[in-house]
């Protein structure tokens, strides 16, 4: 062979290895973005029930009889009582705990634990102590996903059980003076301690105590003694614990399970080893019995059987590559190369370049040509694939990770003529924040932190930077978007966009200039500017605006956390209320619901914090505490008051019924000219307040009642010709919708309204984001 020919040859090579290496950087762009065909494995026996409600129940365990372990000689506790709750939902049950999940991979089932009370009155006689127990004797407490936590002030507890066949108990002590001294987020002694569980233990109990005072030395912020086992990623210390958990009844904390008393040496010699087929058995650490697993390639309930996984049927579950094709085999799979190409080591190679074994010479100089030129040549190509590739996997990521899937479903189901939101670019919102200044921002609460953006047109725009977190955050995140896509009122805060490319999700919305109504009626100078005309103005443009979320919308909305910092102004003193990560979408056949108290203590209302039950009613008597804030210029809980003027819905409805509301209002706002309005106003807020949801008023009836209140303030004259049905059609604005258009962003679809709580009891509540 000539020279000449084995330089043609080496560019032949080039050009068709420059060709290959395209296709198959696409092809790997391409498989990044395919999700893995979900296959659904039966977890219960035949004719079984696998679910009780929201959660799975897979054999061993089961909810009638036949459906779940029973052999005597294995003495586990199978047995899940599926009953019905007080609110008519369905409720497992094992013993007297409620399950809230059981996974068969961990070996473990989370149950809701009791609280341990230390209570006392202010003098310092008890109110009642209890000491709840776990009595399950297959059972042991977790050490890996618990901790024993006892909070107060003037507290130590005990947590007593059974440790390799022996009694054991552990405790801890906590202190403090003043709550000053208390730091959110740390357990180390002050307000708050903490120990861990030893592997092993089962049949606990546990019981705080007063250390010496009976709490009459810090009765102010802390009147009781607490004490519970919660699983460990669901509790961070906050200060409001001291007074608040007296109201937390129950805890999450995860139970260790097996089956039988045996190891599985001995027991895969009984006719009783559940472990089934294509499993794995292993033993336990410090606790008797033994669990089941699938093996690799292999996918199901182990203790009924595991079954093969096709790893040929989504790319991620195979590292077939390219000009290979993937062969299912049981437990495993094979790469075999396409017709045309031959294997070389890992790889596949065209047939045309398979050389003959005598001319190895010639094979080494074309491979060190070909190798050279492809560094020299196509460096700075696969420096921007690879870059390039990486940008699009992140964005992708970020996508899913920022809820756009979620998006998606949520809005899929709204259809009709709808108002497009703009999509933003990330270094769109960078540049008109200044890369995020801290200078820029406005506010930030539990969610996010919200900017100041100026866009190249000058236009004001606010952006809401939700943290980095738990799913719950981006679930608050997907909710609040798909809230506002259902509401255009004057007086609600509009959306003008969204961003999902970036690490964490963005909202764009219109800037309001004069900051929050908590501001002006704190501030004490801004507070005189605040004229009674105006304060009138803005609770009845917030009731009209709550009312239109009620009753005027597609599907009627709670908003769930109304309070003045979620109220903006603008420089008119327009009112624009805002902040719906909390709220809830509900279904017109329903007119309460079920959900998990969220909400800022103050402005809570009692009877939904008591029974859990969310009804329009709930926003009513939130409201009724912002007019009570209006009127007098106190916030909803001052813990520097005496405890009986603490909370201000309590103090201003004593006040009301006691004829003193003069003496607690704001001096600026009384003059002789509006003693009257002043006085059907703190009723209608006293209407709002009252303890039970069915006697108070409805939104609509609120702003109808307002609204011509403000007639009367402006023209006084006129009273008696206030038109009630022109009061109510300014409360019915018509309802559009945002139509978000997702790319790798956001969706062109709409749906129904998402439950955006997640056991916010375990976490501090914020203040306005």
Sequence with gaps: MTETSIFWEICGAMGFLG?????????????????????????????????????????????????????????????????TNAYGQPQPMIGDFNVTSISIEEGEIEV???????????SGAPLGNNSPSLTLPSFTVSATKNKFVAVGCDTYAYLYGILNGQNF?????????????VVNGTCSGIGCCEVQIPEGMKKVKFTAYSFEKNHTQVWDFNPCSYAFIIREDKFKFSSDYLIGLQYNRTFPMVLDWAIGNETCEVAQNKANYLCGANTTCSNLKNQVGYRCKCKDGYEGNPYLSCQDINECEAKELNNCTSYQYCVNELGSYN?????????????????????????????????????????????????????????????????????????????????????????????????????????????????????????????????????????????????????????????????????????????????????????HIHDKGQSFFLSWEKRLKIAAETAGALAYLHSATSVPIIHRDVKTANILLDDNFTAKVSDFGASRLIPHDQTELNTLVQGTFGYMDPEYFHTSQLTEKSDVYSFGVVLAELLTGRMALSFNMPESDRNLANYFVSAV??????????????????IKLLKEVADIAKSCL????????????????????????????????????????????????????????????????????????????????
């Excluded at 809701?112 to 202010?122: A, E, I, R």
């Excluded at 801890?172 to 001294?181: G, Y």
């Design 19 to 83: 060709m290959l290496m395209q296709v198959i950087w696409v092809c790997v762009i391409l498989s990044a973005t395919m999700a893995a065909a979900a296959i659904a494995f039966p977890i219960a026996l035949p004719n079984c029930s696998d679910r009780c409600g929201n959660v799975k129940i897979p054999y061993p365990y089961g909810t009638t009889k036949g459906c779940y372990l029973n052999d005597t000689a294995i003495f586990g506790y199978y047995f899940i009582n599926c009953t």
């Design 335 to 519: 790469c075999s190369c396409m017709e045309g190409y031959h294997s070389y080591g890992k790889a596949c190679v065209p047939d045309q370049f398979a050389f003959n074994e005598s001319s190895l010479s010639i094979k080494l100089t074309v491979g060190i040509g070909v190798g050279l030129l492809v560094l020299l040549v196509g460096g700075s190509w696969i420096y921007w694939g690879l870059k390039k590739r990486k940008l699009i996997q992140l964005k992708e990521k970020f996508f899913q990770q920022n809820g756009g899937i979620l998006l998606q479903q949520k809005l899929s189901n709204y259809q009709g003529s709808v108002e497009t939101a703009k999509i933003y670019s990330a270094e769109e919102l960078e540049k008109a924040t200044n890369n995020y200044d801290e200078k820029r921002v406005l506010g930030q609460g539990g969610y996010g932190i919200v900017y100041r953006g100026i866009l190249p047109d000058n236009k004001e725009i606010a952006i809401k930077k939700s943290k980095i977190g738990s799913q719950h955050q981006v679930e608050q995140f997907i909710n609040e978007i798909t809230v506002l896509t259902q509401i255009i009122h004057r007086n609600v805060v509009k959306l003008l966009g969204c961003c999902l490319e970036t690490e964490v999700p963005l909202l764009v919305y219109e800037f309001i200039t004069n900051g929050t109504l908590y501001d």
């Design 657 to 674: 019924n006691d004829d003193r509301l003069f003496q607690i209002l704001e001096d600026h706002i009384v003059n002789e000219g509006n």
């Design 169 to 181: 108990s552990v405790g801890c002590l906590s202190r403090c003076q003043t709550i000053d001294n």
């Design 690 to 769: 009252s303890l039970r949801g069915e006697d108070r008023p409805s939104m609509k009836e609120v702003a109808m009642e307002l609204e011509g209140l403000v007639i009367m303030e402006k023209h006084p004259w006129g009273n008696a010709n206030v038109n009630i049905e022109e009061i109510e059609n300014l409360l019915n604005a018509p309802t559009q919708s945002f139509n978000i258009d997702i790319g790798t962003n956001c969706s062109s679809n709409t749906t129904t309204g998402y439950d955006s709580m997640i056991n916010q009891v375990l976490k501090p509540l914020d203040g306005g984001r």
């Design 112 to 122: 809701q634990m009791d609280n341990s009370l230390d209570c006392y009155d202010k």
